[in-house]
C-alpha cells in the first residue's frame, strides 16, 4: 500500500493529461507545456509527466503495461500469496492432527 496520499481527485488528473495532451502544441517542446500546466494545478512538473506517460502507455501509444492489467496483475499476486499461506496453515495442521492421533492409544 502506498504511504503518499493522493492530493489530486482522477478528475484533476484527467483534465492535466488533456491539457498536455491539447497544448503541447503551443509550447517550444512537451516538457515546457508539462511544466506550465503543473504550475496551474499545484504539482510538480515530474508529477503530471508520469501522469501523461501512463495515460499514454493505457491508451496503447507508448509500451508498456495498462493500468488495468497491472491492477489485475498486483490483485492475483496478493491472491496466490494468501493462498499460499493458507496452504502452510493446513499443512502444519494436518501434521499436527496426525500426529496427536499417532499419540493416542490403540483401541480394540
Not at 502452510?88 to 499419540?103: C, G, H, M, T, V
Request: aromatic share 8%; with cysteine; net charge positive.
Amino acid at each position: 500500500m502506498s504511504k503518499t496520499t493522493n492530493k489530486f481527485s482522477p478528475e484533476v488528473r484527467d483534465r492535466a493529461v488533456r491539457m498536455v495532451f491539447d497544448h503541447e502544441r503551443d509550447y517550444p517542446s512537451r516538457w515546457a507545456a508539462v511544466v506550465s500546466i503543473s504550475e496551474k494545478i499545484g504539482c510538480v512538473p515530474q508529477t503530471l509527466n508520469d501522469w501523461v506517460k501512463k495515460a499514454e502507455v493505457d491508451s496503447g501509444k507508448r509500451a508498456g503495461v495498462p493500468t488495468d492489467v497491472a491492477d489485475k496483475v498486483k490483485a492475483l499476486e496478493r491472491e496466490v500469496r494468501e493462498l499460499r499461506q493458507a496452504n502452510e496453515i493446513l499443512r502444519k495442521a494436518s501434521a499436527y492432527f496426525a500426529q496427536a492421533e499417532l499419540d493416542r492409544p490403540f483401541r480394540r
